[in-house]
């Protein structure tokens, strides 16, 4: 069963407005929540996270939201560049589950001049 | 600081056979933890290793194993091998009590 899922396969936006991603969870044990940016043929790579206890982290152009009643977190970008262009992956985890990542199914952005 | 590497990047194999792939952490970094990426499933946990115990799993066959070394280096094992076993396969590690993992880059095995 998906217990992360983000259901917009895709997203286009111009570059310089708002990129907004989102995920939901079903899971109520998760706790701590991670969004991850991944380009072909490389790993994913480390975006940003928020702890449950917290409703907003922000770092740079990357915010992310955590509404843990309707369980549901958005990332937004802004403003957008060209090398925002990638897949995103929301991740979230439980406390007693450390290591254990669950993945949501991506968001393919492509940011367009 | 030199990040997750994973060795062999590329890998073809022919069903049946075994294969074991390997993960060096970054230095100081105790977990290790395996994902499989494949189209369909998207990124699947496998397992994860802490001071070389088992700490978790997930929902795979008895075919993927794995261990991990008092230098917390971390290979996978995968005996008899399916089609369906061919994804990209992804090493994370992270520091003790940080969820925050970081990914090398994969290595991308094909059975045929």
């Known amino acids: 069963d998906q217990q992360v899922k983000q259901n917009s396969p895709s997203l286009s936006v111009q570059e310089g407005r708002i990129s907004i991603l989102n995920c939901d969870y079903t899971?109520?044990?998760?706790?701590?929540f991670l969004w991850y940016k991944k380009y072909p043929a490389e790993g994913p790579t480390f975006l940003i996270s928020?702890?449950?206890?917290?409703d907003k982290n922000e770092d740079g152009r990357f915010t992310v939201f955590l509404n843990k009643s309707a369980k549901h977190l958005s990332l937004h970008i802004v403003p957008s560049q060209p090398g925002d262009s990638a897949v995103y992956f929301c991740?979230?985890?439980?406390?007693?589950?450390?290591?254990?990542?669950?993945f949501g199914a991506g968001t393919q952005v492509v940011v367009t001049p | 600081k030199a990040g997750v590497t994973q060795t062999p990047r590329y890998l073809i194999k022919t069903r049946g056979q075994q294969v074991t792939l390997s993960c060096s952490p970054i230095?100081?970094?105790?977990?290790v933890s395996w994902y499989q990426q494949t189209p369909g499933q998207g990124l699947q946990f496998l397992f994860e290793?802490?001071?070389?115990?088992?700490?978790n799993k997930g929902n795979f066959p008895g075919r993927f194993s794995g261990r991990q070394f008092s230098n917390s280096r971390s290979e996978m094992n995968v005996s008899t091998l399916e089609l369906g076993d061919s994804a990209l396969y992804l090493c994370a590690s992270s520091p003790a009590g940080y969820n925050e993992q970081f990914f090398g880059p994969g290595t991308r095995l094909t059975v045929l």
């Open positions: 230095s100081g970094h105790r977990s």
């Open positions: 991740a979230a985890s439980e406390s007693d589950s450390w290591g254990k990542l669950q």
């Open positions: 899971n109520s044990m998760f706790d701590y």
């Open positions: 928020i702890s449950s206890i917290k």
């Open positions: 290793y802490f001071s070389e115990t088992q700490r």
